[in-house]
RNA sequence: GGCGACAUAGCCAAGUGGCAAGGCAGGGGUCUGCAAAACCCCGAUCCCCGGUUCGAAUCCGGGUGUCGCCUCCA
C-alpha cells in the first residue's frame, strides 16, 4: 500500500513520495524561545519525532530541520521585564527547550538552526523580494507586498478579499495592505539589531523559516509541518516569501497538527491554564505522556485531563508489565530450541498491522493498540508457557514497534543496585516464611505496609516480585 | 461575516458502505491461603431528522451542540 499523508493544502490523503527516492526533508517549526514550553508545544514536537522515526523505519534517509525563533517581540519583552538581555533569554530557553526534550526522548533534528545566526541568509532573501517587486522599503522597515503574490492564500484556502473583510488587526498605514507583513523591522532603541542595506534592524518571524529551511534543505521541501495555528498567517506566508523568491514550489506535503485543550478549553495565559511541560515531568513520565499524545490521531484534537493521563499511566504500566515478563522469561538459562511458528506468525502479523496503522496517515492510535493485541497474546501464550528463544524474539518485536513510537527508549529499571531492593529482598524472605507457617496475619501485614510506601509485591510461582506502583498524581490546579 | 474541525460505551479513542479496534473504569469467571499480575467472558438504538443504497457510524441534505483559525500563538 505504501504511506500516505495527509497534505493541507489539498485536503486529502496523498500518496506520500519524496522528491529524492530514499531521503526525506523535513522542516518543522521549532520554539520562540522565551519561556519554558507547554504540552499544547510538544504534541507536534513529539509526533514529528514519531513520524521521523518511522519514516526511518520504513527505510528513508531523513534530513530533518527544526529551528530555534532566538530573536522576537516575545524575548524582548521579557528580557525587559527581567532586566536581562535578549540574547541572555533566549540561551536561557534555549537550553530548558532542548532538556525539556530530551528528557521526553525525542531525538534532535538532524540541525537545529538559530536565527539569529542566520541573518545573512535573510538579508539576502529579502533583497531578493526586493529586487523582484514583492517587498517594499518603508522608512526602514521592509514588508511583503501580498498583492504581488497571485496565489496568496492557497494554502489556507482564503482569498485576500475574504481575508481582509475578516481582519481586525488595526490598520497599519506604513502598509500598502493590511495583509501586508514585515520582513524586516527597524531597530527600535535599545533592541538587538543587525546591520542590513535598510538600516539597523532584524528580521520577521516569517522570513526566518523560509531562510532557514531553503538554507539547509533547498528550494524544495518534502515535509514542512508545525500546529495547526501556524496555517495563517505563517506557512502562507513561508509560501508567499518562498516561492515568490525561487519560483519553486516550497514544499511538497503540509502537515498540521491540532491542539491540545485543557479540561476543555483551550490552553491561555489569561485563563492561567497553560502546563508546562517542564511542570509535567514532575507528574508523569515520559512514556506515559508519550502514550497520552500519540493516542489519538494527529489531526484531532486532543483533551488533557486528570483522568486521560490516569488511564495513560496504567495503560503504560500494563505494556510494562508484559516487556518485563518477557525480558524474565528470554533471560531463564534455556535451552536453545527453534521458536514455535506460532510466535512468529504472532509477532509477523502484528508487524503488518502495525505499518498499516501507521501508513494510514500516522495512525499512531491504531499502532498503539496493535502493541497492545500483541501484549494480550504474548501474555497469553506466555501463561501457557513459552520457551526464553520465544520470550527473545517477542521481546525484540516489542522493541522495534516500539521504537517507532518511542516507547522503551527509557524503560525505568527497577535498580537492582540501590539497597532499596535488598530491604525488599529481606522484607520478603520474612513474609515468605510467615506464609510457609500460614501465619497470613504477618505476611498480608508485611504486604500492606509496602504498599502504603508505593511498592506492590506479586506472589509468583517462582517467588515474590516487586514492583514500584503506577502512581498517579493529579496535576490538581496546575502549575505550583 | 469568511474558512475549517469535531460529536462513537461511564471515561479516552480507532473506524469513510458489508456482523462497531484498542486502553481505562465496572461486572462475572480461571489461577491464588488471600491479594496482585495474567488470561477468558460480559457491555454501544455510533447527537437528531430526512434521503441515497440490498446494506450507512461511514455517502448526501437539513438541524442541534462543542471547538479552532481569520491578530502573537504549537
Given at each position: 500500500m505504501?504511506?500516505?499523508?495527509?497534505?493541507?493544502?489539498?485536503?486529502?490523503?496523498?500518496?506520500?513520495e519524496s522528491l529524492e527516492p530514499g531521503q526525506v526533508r523535513m522542516y518543522v517549526c521549532g520554539p520562540t524561545v522565551y519561556n519554558y514550553f507547554h504540552i499544547g508545544n510538544l504534541r507536534p514536537f513529539l509526533f514529528f519525532d514519531v513520524v521521523r522515526r518511522y519514516l526511518e523505519y520504513i527505510g528513508y534517509d531523513v534530513l530533518y530541520v527544526q529551528n530555534i525563533t532566538d530573536?522576537?517581540?516575545?524575548?524582548?519583552?521579557?528580557?525587559?521585564?527581567?532586566?536581562?538581555?535578549?540574547?541572555?533569554?533566549?540561551?536561557?530557553?534555549?537550553?530548558?527547550?532542548?532538556?525539556d526534550l530530551d528528557a521526553m526522548g525525542v531525538r534532535r533534528a538532524t540541525v537545529h538552526p538559530r536565527a539569529t545566526a542566520h541573518i545573512p541568509q535573510m538579508i539576502e532573501l529579502i533583497e531578493k523580494l526586493v529586487s523582484g517587486g514583492h517587498a517594499y522599503v518603508q522608512d526602514g522597515d521592509v514588508y511583503y507586498r501580498v498583492r504581488s503574490f497571485p496565489s496568496y492564500g492557497k494554502l489556507s484556502h482564503q482569498s485576500l478579499d475574504e481575508l481582509a473583510a475578516g481582519a481586525r488587526v488595526a490598520v497599519d498605514e506604513r502598509k500598502a495592505d493590511p495583509l501586508d507583513f514585515a520582513l524586516w523591522k527597524k531597530a527600535k532603541p535599545g533592541e538587538p539589531?543587525?546591520?542590513?542595506?535598510?538600516?539597523?534592524?532584524?528580521?520577521?518571524?516569517?522570513?526566518?523559516?523560509s531562510a532557514m529551511s531553503m538554507n539547509?534543505?533547498?528550494?524544495?521541501?518534502?515535509?514542512?509541518?508545525?500546529?495547526?495555528?501556524?496555517?495563517?498567517?505563517?506557512?502562507?506566508?513561508?509560501?508567499?516569501?518562498?516561492?515568490?523568491?525561487?519560483?519553486?514550489?516550497?514544499?511538497?506535503?503540509?502537515?498540521?497538527?491540532?491542539?491540545?485543550?485543557?479540561?476543555?478549553?483551550?490552553?491561555?495565559?489569561?485563563?492561567?491554564?497553560?502546563?508546562?511541560?517542564?511542570?509535567?515531568?514532575?507528574?508523569h513520565?515520559?512514556?506515559?505522556?508519550?502514550?497520552?499524545?500519540?493516542?489519538?490521531?494527529?489531526?484531532?484534537?486532543?483533551?488533557?485531563?486528570?483522568?486521560a493521563l490516569a488511564a495513560s499511566t496504567r495503560?503504560?504500566?500494563?505494556?510494562?508489565?508484559?516487556?518485563?515478563?518477557l525480558a524474565r522469561i528470554a533471560s531463564e538459562p534455556g535451552h536453545s530450541a527453534s521458536p514455535a511458528a506460532a510466535v512468529s506468525e504472532m509477532i509477523e502479523s502484528a508487524r503488518g498491522r502495525f505499518v498499516s496503522a501507521m501508513d494510514d496517515d500516522f495512525n499512531t492510535a491504531n499502532a498503539i493498540a496493535v502493541l497492545f493485541e500483541l501484549a494480550r497474546e504474548a501474555n497469553a501464550a506466555a501463561d501457557t508457557g513459552i520457551s526464553p528463544a520465544e520470550a527473545s524474539l517477542l521481546l525484540h518485536a516489542f522493541d522495534e514497534l516500539g521504537s517507532?513510537?518511542?516507547?522503551?527508549?527509557?524503560?525505568?529499571?527497577?535498580?537492582?543496585?540501590?539497597?532499596?531492593d535488598g530491604i525488599i529482598r529481606?522484607?520478603?524472605?520474612?513474609?515468605?516464611?510467615?506464609?510457609?507457617?500460614?501465619?497470613?496475619?504477618?505476611?498480608d501485614r508485611i504486604r500492606e505496609e509496602l504498599q502504603k510506601l508505593g511498592i506492590i509485591l506479586e506472589d509468583t510461582p517462582e517467588g515474590t516480585r516487586w514492583r514500584v506502583e503506577d502512581r498517579f498524581e493529579d496535576g490538581g490546579s496546575g502549575p505550583a
Open positions: 505504501g504511506l500516505r499523508v495527509f497534505d493541507t493544502m489539498t485536503r486529502t490523503l496523498r500518496d506520500f530573536v522576537d517581540d516575545k524575548i524582548i519583552n521579557r528580557a525587559n521585564e527581567a532586566g536581562t538581555t535578549a540574547a541572555e533569554v533566549a540561551e536561557a530557553y534555549t537550553r530548558a527547550f532542548f532538556t539589531s543587525w546591520p542590513s542595506p535598510w538600516g539597523p534592524g532584524r528580521p520577521g518571524w516569517h522570513i526566518e523559516c539547509y534543505l533547498g528550494p524544495t521541501l518534502d515535509i514542512h509541518a508545525g500546529g495547526s495555528d501556524l496555517v495563517f498567517p505563517h506557512h502562507e506566508n513561508e509560501i508567499a516569501q518562498s516561492e515568490a523568491a525561487t519560483g519553486h514550489m516550497f514544499a511538497r506535503y503540509w502537515m498540521h497538527v491540532a491542539y491540545v485543550n485543557i479540561e476543555g478549553t483551550k490552553m491561555s495565559k489569561s485563563l492561567g491554564n497553560i502546563i508546562t511541560v517542564r511542570e509535567l515531568r514532575r507528574l513520565e515520559p512514556a506515559v505522556l508519550r502514550h497520552f499524545l500519540l493516542s489519538s490521531h494527529y489531526r484531532t484534537p486532543l483533551n488533557y485531563s486528570g483522568e495503560a503504560v504500566g500494563r505494556l510494562r508489565g508484559t516487556y518485563q515478563r517507532v513510537l518511542g516507547f522503551y527508549t527509557s524503560a525505568p529499571s527497577q535498580s537492582s543496585t540501590s539497597n532499596v529481606i522484607l520478603t524472605d520474612i513474609r515468605q516464611k510467615a506464609r510457609q507457617n500460614r501465619d497470613f496475619a504477618t505476611a
